[in-house]
């Protein structure tokens, strides 16, 4: 089983949509978790990090269920800007951050 | 202020060549994450270097080193290149606590 697991997708989503992904992560000690944008051959960038109590910026929102070992991300009224991969990335304790393979999401006008 | 710098940006080489890339940190931080993004993969945790000392390492052979110099930037070294370690490279630096990383653009590494 993988450490950090996510649906590759495509995620093909019209302008205006709402989409939501979401991330499994097997190990029961991480400490802190994030969302990535990698835009195509670019490098990753901080999109948000992800709370125990939730949290937003602007159109998009994080949750943490750590009795379930998973991760969320809600997109809303989806902008084409919006079109890239989204990973998922969990902390060991500072030292070691494991990425998921990401999620792909293309946005259509 | 500058952000994350790594150079070159591509590199070309043959099988058994021996390679080495280059980082500078983000102004502030003194912690250098090493990445091998494979395509259509996550970036995959190499290694991490903090006041000059290798501190935490993935699943990586021998082949791949590292160092990490006083003014904090750092380098990595890869040995007896295979087709397979065709790749991304990318470093992210952090601050001590390293929770928020900061990538730069990467080193785009073709073995043929």
């Known amino acids: 089983r993988k450490e950090v697991e996510q649906d590759p997708g495509p995620f093909n989503v019209p302008e205006g949509a709402t989409v939501a992904f979401n991330c499994t992560y097997s190990?029961?000690?991480?400490?802190?978790f994030f969302w990535y944008r990698q835009d195509c051959r670019k490098e990753p960038k901080l999109l948000m990090s992800?709370?125990?109590s939730g949290n937003e910026d602007g159109r998009f929102t994080a949750q943490l269920n750590r009795a379930s070992q998973y991760i969320s991300l809600l997109i809303r009224d989806s902008k084409l800007s919006d079109s890239a991969t989204y990973l998922c990335v969990v902390n060991l304790g500072g030292f070691k951050t494991i990425f998921g393979a990401g999620t792909r999401l293309f946005v259509k006008a | 202020d500058a952000g994350v710098t790594q150079s070159p940006t591509h590199l070309i080489k043959t099988r058994g060549q021996q390679v080495t890339l280059r980082c500078s940190p983000k102004s502030g931080h003194d912690t250098v994450s090493w990445y091998q993004q494979a395509l259509g993969q996550g970036p995959q945790f190499i290694f991490q270097y903090y006041e000059e000392e290798e501190r935490q390492r993935g699943n990586f052979p021998d082949r791949f080193s590292g160092h990490q110099f006083p003014n904090y930037s750092s380098e990595l070294n890869v040995n007896a290149l295979l087709l397979g370690d065709s790749a991304l490279y990318l470093c992210?630096?952090?601050?001590?606590?390293?929770?928020?990383?900061?990538f730069g653009p990467g080193t785009r590494l073709t073995v043929l």
């Open positions: 992800v709370y125990s």
């Open positions: 992210a630096s952090s601050n001590p606590l390293g929770n928020e990383q900061f």
């Open positions: 190990n029961s000690a991480s400490q802190s």
